[in-house]
């Protein structure tokens, strides 16, 4: 399994709006890809900005290239992003899981 994160910020007052946008649109878009494991979507506040990440675990590289294309690192962005975001990330990162609930550590 595969964790891809990508962070954004955005104005602290912007973040309702943005957390409503991405639970009725983005996360519903990974969710529809095969192979998508799961979207989790943290929000840390900081002062007068917000810090989103969102936490995607998939299949493979395959499945992820379902939903970015070629460029597995590349980061996806949506047009209403231009809406919330304080700038535009240019790439994800991505953790091999080795293990999770309980697994022991390999």
Known sequence: MIVRIWHGRTQRERAYAYAAFLAERAIPDYR??????????????EGEISHFLMVTRWASEEAIRGFAGDDL????????????????EP?????????????PPV
């Open 32 to 45: 529809a890809v095969a192979g998508n494991l799961g979207v989790s979507v943290l929000r840390r506040d």
């Open 91 to 103: 790439q994800v990162q991505h953790y091999r899981v080795l293990g999770s609930d309980g697994d």
């Open 73 to 88: 690192l590349k980061a996806k962005y949506y047009p209403e992003d231009t809406d919330f975001l304080l700038e535009f």
